[in-house]
């Protein structure tokens, strides 16, 4: 059973606000992923890492900026969120083996008004 | 560089239908193909994999072969449950810390009673 999880599941907030979404995974996985989901399902990367004090940009240009200090943890910052920013946004994590199959959390739901 | 194509959907289907969505690849060597699928309000999970041309996947009555010759990973299943809605994603992975995955754009399937 795969253990990854985001909060907050929800979010809804104002033009301008900084949020910060978190992802977190006690899998020991070394690469982490953050896609964004748009309405038709198609996934989108945004951001990754490899691992600690790694992180590199999705082929999705994003506003958003992400943070890797410990293995376990890679949370998601807007710093001013937009209307344009409302989407579902999955946390993923993948295991080195020969497979690398990715392990996703819930995803967070996040409206911008 | 490496692409998967997925049939679009959605799929409507009547309860103990057979399923088939139709996913090819292009990608050089000898990549590992999977299906994730994704149910209302979830992450996506692993439904099913297989790491080498000839190999059969198998989960949950789903199946899926992998196909050099043709490029090709379809899913299918024998007869669906109103249980199986979900959205179904077909993605291709490598082995090697950098490489990262490349996934369809999914297929919404619908089962009727």
């Known amino acids: 059973e795969a253990d990854i999880y985001q909060t907050p599941r929800y979010l809804v907030i104002g033009t301008g606000k900084k949020i910060t979404l978190e992802c977190s995974q006690t899998m020991g996985h070394d690469k982490m992923y953050w896609y964004q989901q748009d309405p038709g399902m198609e996934l989108h990367l945004i951001h990754y890492s490899y691992g600690v004090n790694s992180t590199e940009k999705g082929d999705l240009s994003s506003e958003s900026t992400v943070s890797r200090i410990r293995t376990e943890h890679f949370p998601l910052t807007l710093e001013s969120a937009r209307p344009s920013h409302t989407s579902q946004y999955l946390c993923?994590?993948?295991?080195?083996?020969?497979?690398?199959?990715?392990?996703f959390g819930p995803g967070t739901r996040l409206t911008v008004l | 560089g490496d692409s998967v194509t997925q049939m679009e959907g959605p799929v409507t289907l009547s309860e103990e239908a057979f399923l088939t969505i139709n996913c090819t690849y292009t990608a050089t060597g000898y990549p590992s193909l999977f299906w994730y699928v994704q149910y209302p309000g979830e992450g996506l999970q692993l439904l099913l994999k297989a790491t080498k041309a000839d190999d059969k996947g198998s989960n949950k009555g789903f199946e899926a072969t992998y196909r050099k010759e043709t490029t090709s990973f379809h899913l299918e299943k024998g007869s669906v449950q109103v249980s199986d809605s979900a959205v179904y994603f077909c993605?291709?992975?490598?082995?090697?810390?950098?490489?990262?995955?490349?996934f369809g754009r999914g297929t919404s399937l619908i089962v009727h009673p």
């Open positions: 993605a291709l992975h490598r082995s090697g810390g950098s490489y990262i995955p490349t």
């Open positions: 993923a994590s993948s295991d080195r083996t020969v497979t690398d199959t990715q392990y």
